[in-house]
């Protein structure tokens, strides 16, 4: 892709990639510079960059003394992140580690509760109940749900899918989470209507799979290769250069 030039200042090329890269960095605020006039505000920004670094190198401030301590300072910062990345590029996390790690540390990888249920939604609690006789009177929950609910999980019968604690509102998460699975409920009322809850599956708290721990797995393993590195290398350097502490 061409990465076209958009100004000269002083010689020096301002390239469409410049222009992006000021925008990436804007984070949300590059909302306020979307479109044709947004990026003209942000291409007389970046000329000002360039002639604030022309009259910079004229008035030589490069040697200035407050400008040589404040780079000294980046400097040292920058080259401390560096090393520190240097460090770690070699770790590598194989199959067989996160595997070794998982048998190991089998006991801390744990799947939450969950639950699968489906529900009507209605806007009182007589509309609910009428809904309920209709239900024990023979109608299905899942034709209930279609022809009653004003949720859009109506189109699937009402069912809500698999989900743990923490995602519902209370009343119904402390409502479903005390059903057995087959059960309806009777009218549980929410900021949202009153539902009629129907609980199609339950898994309890459990010892996580390898496959379902993966990524956690992974993610710890790494992280106790970088704390063994960083350990080592500490010890290495302490006895490689002097340390005072006064504190």
């Not at 580690?97 to 540390?105: F, R, T």
């Not at 006789?133 to 069912?159: H, M, N, R, W």
């Not at 459990?206 to 710890?220: F, T």
């Amino acid at each position: 892709m061409e990465n076209k030039i958009l100004a000269k200042v002083d010689g020096r090329e301002i390239k469409d990639s410049d222009l992006n890269n000021l925008m990436n960095n804007l984070g949300q605020n590059a909302a306020y510079f979307q479109g044709a006039d947004g990026r003209k505000k942000l291409l007389e920004e970046l000329v000002m960059h360039e002639l604030m670094y022309s009259d910079a190198l004229e008035r030589n401030l490069e040697n200035d003394e407050e400008f040589i301590t404040v780079m000294e300072g980046v400097k040292k910062t920058m080259l401390q992140q560096y090393s520190l990345r240097k460090m770690f590029d070699g770790i590598t996390v194989s199959e067989e580690d996160i595997q070794n790690y998982y048998v190991k540390h089998k006991d801390k990888f744990k799947a939450d509760e969950m639950v699968q249920a489906s529900h009507i939604l209605v806007d009182s609690e007589e509309k609910a109940n009428e809904v309920l006789e209709d239900i024990t009177d023979g109608l299905s929950f899942e034709d209930a749900a279609v022809q009653y609910s004003s949720c859009p999980s109506k189109q699937a019968g009402g069912d809500l899918g698999r989900f743990g604690k923490g995602q519902m509102v209370k009343e119904f998460e402390d409502a479903v989470f005390s059903m057995q699975v087959g059960e309806i409920s009777e009218p549980v009322k929410t900021q949202f209507g009153y539902h009629i809850i129907k609980l199609t599956d339950h898994t309890p708290k459990r010892d996580a799979s390898l496959e379902e721990a993966y990524q956690e797995a992974k993610d710890a393993c790494f992280m106790e290769k970088q704390d063994k590195i960083f350990s080592d290398t500490k010890a290495k350097l302490s006895n490689k250069y002097s340390i005072e502490i006064f504190e």
